[in-house]
């Protein structure tokens, strides 16, 4: 079984190396389409089939991770060789091969779309393993995502998926030779087992995300992005705030300020430590749920419309449930006398879990943020925007990214957002410093196929002649006018979706 | 010292000896005066050693008996967790391995296709189908093509070429009729006279060094059958499991034969056994006297288990995608390679990973497979037409082994040209 699919994974990546930017543009582009005109509809599967997480937001992260994708990445190319008199070099782009990619039950199809697209902007070939959970609609999302890329002229099995992730088949895959990289987005096993196998991985660690509010900081705004930020996907996500650390001076204002934030009392925090860690392990019915839900689970009586539970606690230490990450719109809060204990209290939260994931940081003092974004040992840091979209790069500019690196601090190899460079290697040819250099202008090694890639195996004596071949997608429009079209659509959709 | 355990010889050249003394003198003595004195010891995927340990690309894989590699790891665990628990079974009885590879077969098979009688081997599943053929028709003729090779058993032999029937005074022209290849004016005038049982047609004629049929000519066999009442029975021993980028070859034609036969790869390579797929038209004898046809070993359930297994590897879209796509590769590969070669290198015949390599040399497949041999490849001429080299790499190839296989073969063909013309 697994064999076959690297195997054939390895013949698609072979023919896809050859490809030049025009046929590796469209390619992208028709993937990129389908998967923004199923955004919604893999959304809503994803939660019925997993049992987290909002529709809406799904269908926004879907929508980023297309549309969004494809308007970011644009004007960038990862396919033609550049050539640098300056220096005397030439940089050859050279795909990674088979991209083996692992996808989390929290984040499903926006995961599977984005290591689609970003192993079609680089040529590889991808063969997806979703999480069990997530099985269904991840490989019907990566189906469809194949069918428009061959449609467009991808070589076959350019996009495979596992369609039955078990963990023995997984772990043998990993270790397959033939993977030239795994690049891994789920639990901690999973990742390290990634790390594991031999083979390169980009393998990314969990999140446990502190955000500090200090006695600077615009409350009406840090107040609502707080509260839309952890509650958005019902708080599934490793980038979803989970300690909320606040200036005394500004703490009751800002909860004041919280709508859609109920406060619990000591009591009722009691209880749902209880409830949420029945003898200090988290129970996993609580994942992406919401906050309505597991407030009555707890017996605590809440205001209807209440998005996110603040459960205060004293110390951030191992042995205190509420410190750890949640995945639940359950929001610990620590008060503190000073930014300065504020940090410090960042920092313990992440010595317990998430660190070299993300943090956030409301405040107008640029000392204050700056000694925050030194002593905490995150690799990103959301100022003044809420983390759930602020890590991702869809409310900040950092990369659009379903995959977070956590880097040395967090276990992995690698540090930033995941990109579509990090698929790719370079070929540097290099001259001899007094050798004059060539004139490469107008070299292109790619080509774009002439027709399907592979041809349909004809007999010699029936074959016809390869017909000139029109391209099935709408690149007649031309890559210019294409992507003004595509930031196009993402401004509207996004502009509609993000500020309800 | 080559120790086996159960045997042992102190050298190839002791094993070679005694291979004369007390096997086959002919073909030992054929091989090496081919120059190709292979022993073969190791043999792994779509390597095979020779016992003094040189590593040959194996691209005859014996007819693509060895389609899915050899010793294919899961087949052989099919076969080893098989044998836990069964053994050849019973062949007077229903059985449990038996009836899912038969419903495995019809399933995945050709429209209209609806019992399987097996066979041990090739020529015992052809001679099920020619005897099936007369009983369905009542008719004896059989219709074959000129150097037709269909196997060698008792009526198989009958179909093809003089060379092995004449020799055990096992030819019954009477019977079997000949007709040239690619001619539809002498297959009508074969069956004109409505006396004839059924036509017997390799999809690609292998031993003959696969000639394609022309567009249309199959096509046009099969409604010469219908027309004059004879059966068509597809030989697909060596074209079918997916060779060709299909399960069946003879469904890129659209045709929907009466018979169909598949051996060789069906094996697994592990474990003998052929198989005869039939129309419910021609399966009445197994109800009329379900004991007609008897074979202790037809059928043996390991050989079953291991065929369901590689049954279900042919059938995946990964193994079909890499068959298109290596067919791709080396279609366009050799097309380069024959660029190189005008005048020598004469024709590709191509369906798939049904390849021969035609020269412009009676016995130019004989130099080549030599050089071949020599350079690190084995892959056979045919025994009906040595001009042609078989040339059927693996159905699970990957890309690198591709491109080294293309390199060695460059060379070798050039170096042919050069030992063929000296
Ligand atoms: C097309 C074809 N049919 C039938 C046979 C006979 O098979 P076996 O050798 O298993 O009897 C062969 C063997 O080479 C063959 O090539």
């Known amino acids: ?500 | 010292m080559l120790d086996y355990g159960l045997f042992a010889y102190a050298s190839k050249d002791e094993v070679l000896e005694k291979s004369s003394a007390y096997w086959n003198p002919g073909k030992t003595q054929f091989w090496i005066d081919s120059g190709v004195p292979l022993v073969i010891d190791r043999r792994e995927g779509y390597f095979l050693y020779d016992v003094s340990g040189r590593r040959l690309i194996d691209v005859h894989l014996n007819g693509g008996t060895y389609n899915l590699g050899h010793r294919n790891p899961e087949v052989v665990a099919a076969l080893k967790q098989a044998a836990d628990h069964f053994d050849i079974g019973n062949h007077h009885f229903p059985s449990l391995a038996r009836t899912a590879l038969a419903e495995a077969l019809i399933t995945t098979g050709p429209e209209g296709m609806s019992k399987v009688i097996y066979g041990s081997g090739g020529g015992e599943a052809i001679d099920i189908a020619l005897k099936t053929a007369r009983h369905t028709t009542g008719k004896r003729k059989i219709v074959s093509i000129v150097k037709a090779y269909h196997g060698h058993t008792g009526l198989a032999v009958g179909t093809g070429d003089d060379r092995f029937s004449k020799l055990f005074l096992a030819d019954r022209p009477e019977e079997f009729a000949h007709v040239p290849f690619n001619d539809l004016a002498a297959m009508e005038a074969a069956l004109r006279g409505r006396d004839v049982a059924a036509v017997i047609m390799e999809t690609i004629p292998a031993t003959y060094g696969f000639p394609l049929p022309e567009p249309g000519y199959l096509e046009g066999v099969k409604g010469l059958c219908e027309t004059y009442d004879a059966l068509y029975i597809a030989d697909e021993v060596q074209t079918g499991l997916m060779r060709t980028g299909e399960l069946w070859a003879i469904t890129k034609h659209g045709i929907q034969p009466d018979i169909l036969v598949t051996g060789k790869g069906i094996s697994g390579g592990v474990y003998p056994i052929a198989a005869v797929l039939v129309s419910e038209r021609c399966a009445g004898w197994l109800t009329e006297d379900g004991f007609a046809h008897m074979a202790t070993f037809g059928g043996a359930e390991l050989g079953c288990v291991v065929a369901l297994k590689t049954l279900e590897i042919c059938n995946r879209p990964e193994t079909r995608s890499i068959v298109h796509h290596a067919s791709d590769l080396i279609g366009r590969g050799l097309e380069r390679i024959q660029r190189d070669n005008p005048g020598w290198f004469t024709g590709i015949r191509q369906n798939g990973l049904v390849i021969g390599l035609e020269f412009d040399h009676p016995e130019g497949a004989k130099h080549v497979m030599r050089q071949l041999y020599a350079n690190g490849v084995w892959a056979i001429f045919s025994t009906l037409d040595p001009r042609v080299l078989q040339y059927k790499p693996g159905i699970l190839l990957d890309p690198s082994l591709a491109e080294e296989l293309l390199d060695r073969t460059a060379l070798a063909i050039g170096r042919a040209a050069e030992e063929a013309r000296s």
């Open chain 1, 1 to 500: 079984m697994s064999n076959g699919m690297l195997r054939r994974a390895q013949w698609a990546a072979r023919a896809f190396a050859g490809y030049d930017r025009a046929a590796v543009d469209r390619i992208v582009a028709a993937a990129g389409e389908v998967a923004a005109r199923n955004a919604a509809r893999y959304a809503e599967w994803a939660v019925r089939e997993t049992g987290f997480g909002v529709a809406e937001h799904k269908t926004l992260k879907n929508v980023a991770c297309s549309t969004g994708l494809l308007a970011e990445y644009a004007g960038h190319d990862y396919v033609s060789p550049r050539a640098d008199a300056a220096t005397k070099t030439v940089s050859v782009p050279r795909p990674a091969g088979v991209v083996l990619a692992l996808t989390p039950s929290t984040n499903p199809v926006a995961t599977v779309y984005f290591k689609i697209l970003l192993a079609l902007m680089t040529r590889n070939a991808i063969v997806v393993s979703p999480h069990p959970m997530a099985k269904e609609c991840c490989s019907d999302a990566a189906r469809t995502l194949a069918e428009a890329a061959v449609a467009a002229g991808a070589p076959d099995g350019v996009i495979q998926v596992v369609e039955d992730p078990r963990l023995p088949l997984i772990e043998e895959l990993m270790a397959d030779p033939l993977v030239s990289v795994i690049v891994a987005t789920g639990g901690t096993p999973v990742v390290r087992a990634a790390h594991r196998s031999g083979n390169p991985a980009l393998g990314v660690g969990p999140g446990n995300v502190p955000v500090l509010v200090d006695r600077t900081a615009d409350l009406e705004r840090a107040a609502r992005l707080i509260v839309d930020s952890k509650s958005f996907d019902n708080s599934i996500l490793c980038t979803n705030e989970s300690v909320l650390i606040v200036e005394d001076a500004v703490a009751d204002r800002l909860v004041s300020l919280m709508r859609g934030a109920h406060p619990l009392s000591a009591g009722e925090t009691g209880r749902l430590r209880e409830t949420l860690f029945p003898g200090g392990v988290f129970d996993p019915r609580f994942v992406g749920k919401d906050a309505g839900w597991i407030a009555g689970q707890a017996g605590i009586r809440v205001p209807a419309g209440t998005r996110v539970l603040l459960a205060p606690f004293d110390l951030a230490v191992p042995e205190e449930p509420l410190a750890h990450e949640k995945l639940c719109p359950v929001l610990g809060v620590l008060r503190v006398p000073s930014a300065e204990r504020g940090i410090d209290a960042a920092r313990a939260v992440l010595r317990i879990a998430g660190a070299g994931h993300s943090a956030a940081i409301h405040s107008t003092d640029p000392r204050t943020i700056m000694e925050f974004g030194a002593a905490v040992p995150v690799l990103r840091v959301s100022v003044n925007a809420g983390n759930s979209l602020g890590g991702s790069g869809v409310h900040t500019n950092l990369p659009i990214s379903m995959t977070i690196g956590t880097g040395y601090a967090g276990g992995s190899s690698a540090g930033a957002n995941l990109q579509p460079g990090d698929l790719i290697n370079w070929t540097r040819l290099a001259y001899h410093v007094d050798a004059p250099f060539g004139d490469f202008t107008g070299l292109d090694p790619w080509s774009s196929p002439e027709g399907p890639v592979p041809r349909y195996p004809e007999p010699s004596n029936a074959r016809a002649v390869p017909a000139a071949t029109a391209p099935a997608t709408p690149a007649a429009a031309g890559p210019d006018a294409l992507r003004a079209e595509i930031r196009r659509l993402i401004l509207e959709e996004l502009a509609s979706m993000a500020r309800r």
